[in-house]
């Protein structure tokens, strides 16, 4: 039995290695996450105020038809 230890020791290695990578995805999937939903409110309001934001404060005539 003097290879038992050498295959918990390889197996810790391989836990500790797997959950390291798991947090570096968790982590980036939850900023790619965040980062997308900026980028959309950004441009969402963007096309929401562009419009609203031309015109303001000027005096709009409109003709009566």
């Keep these: 039995m003097p290879n038992t230890p050498l295959k918990i020791n390889r197996s810790y290695d391989y836990i500790v290695g797997m ?8 982590w980036k999937v939850r900023f790619l996450g965040w980062f997308a939903f ?9 096309d929401f105020i562009t419009p609203h934001s031309r015109n ?10």
Excluded at 38 to 46: D, G, I, M, N, T
Excluded at 56 to 65: A, F, K, L, N
């Design 56 to 65: 303001m404060g000027q005096i709009q005539i409109r003709s009566m038809p």
């Design 38 to 46: 900026k980028s959309f409110k950004a441009r969402w309001l963007q």
């Design 19 to 26: 959950g390291i990578l798991w947090f570096i995805l968790k």
